[in-house]
């Protein structure tokens, strides 16, 4: 499979009509046209849906779609790594994150190697532990930051000093906002708004009791300022980790922790035997340097 022709095709995906495509990448329509054929020929796959005035992809399309994506974003990140002066620390980093206030810690260093090293930029990549695995395991990312991930066998890591704490995110008219934390009882017959990984997980079933997808769960999220609107609207109270949303600047929310606690671990993980760029090698031992220090705290 020809990169350039997946370059074609990611712009006609991006533009969503084939002779845009065309002009933005400087040839023409029929040319275009015969190369996406030719693909589709080849894979024995129909990739576009082809209408009077755009197309869209078909399941098949959507997944090189992805893909493409993919070995388009390594090769821009390898060539980046193979050019970079010998001489000057310079280019990209890469990061895969949850949404935790333990980024912190990453974001800290990283300032602190933008002031020294101009050059460097970094790339955040959010989403939930599967996304940000698939993502680090390929090599688009360098290193991620897991939230009480189980299984690390595969990846050289350490451990954040501090742990994340979960509650319950509501308004501070529910009922709920009475009570100091929440125990599993509390929660019988309330609508709830619970993290996308938590439910495929299961992740809260010890705590619970019992299976924790039985109780009243009325939508899952995965970013959560945008459930954090849904509780002020009143749909629910959100399954949340602390510290995420300044329930102080939003005054009509609070904050409960569960009871028994329940904490999440946090860990910057790097793929075993990784071959790190200046950049991100110069990086890792900043993140280690400050590690110490934070321990010793």
């Known amino acids: 499979m020809d990169l350039r022709v997946l370059q074609y095709f990611l712009a006609i995906a ?5 002779t845009k495509a065309a002009e933005s990448l400087h040839m023409t329509q029929p040319t275009l046209s015969r190369q996406i054929k030719e693909l589709e020929t080849n894979l024995g796959k129909q990739l576009l849906i082809r209408g009077n005035r755009r ?26 790594e193979i050019t970079a002066s010998d001489e000057v620390i310079s280019g990209d980093i890469f990061i895969g994150c949850g949404e935790t206030e333990g980024m912190r810690f990453m974001v800290r260093t990283a300032k602190q190697m933008r002031d020294d ?9 959010s989403g939930n532990e599967g996304d940000i695995a698939e993502r680090l395991d390929k090599g688009l990312l360098d290193f991620a930051l897991f939230i009480g991930m189980a299984n690390l066998d595969k990846y050289d890591h350490f451990k954040l000093p501090k742990d994340d704490l979960w509650g319950m995110l509501m308004r501070k008219d529910d009922p709920l906002a009475a009570r100091e934390s929440i125990a599993p009882r509390d929660l019988e017959g309330v609508p709830i708004l619970c993290p996308r990984q938590v439910l495929l997980n299961n992740d809260m079933s010890g705590w619970l009791g019992h299976d924790f997808r039985k109780l009243n769960i009325v939508a899952s999220y995965n970013l959560v300022y945008n459930v954090s609107l849904m509780v002020e609207e009143g749909m629910g109270a959100a399954l949340c980790i602390d510290g995420l949303i300044n329930v102080f600047g939003r005054g ?4 409960r922790p569960l009871e028994p606690r329940v904490t999440a671990g946090l860990v910057i993980a790097w793929k075993k035997y990784q071959v790190f760029s200046r950049a991100a090698e110069t990086f890792l031992t900043r993140l280690q340097s400050g590690f110490a220090i934070e321990e010793d705290r």
Do not use: Q, W
């Open 252 to 255: 009509g929310l609070c904050f």
């Open 117 to 125: 090293y101009p050059d460097v930029n970094f790339h955040l990549f």
């Open 55 to 80: 197309v869209t992809l078909t399941d098949e399309g959507m997944l090189l779609r992805k893909r493409a994506e993919e070995i388009v974003s390594l090769l821009e990140k390898t060539e980046g």
């Open 14 to 18: 991006r533009e969503g009509n084939i």
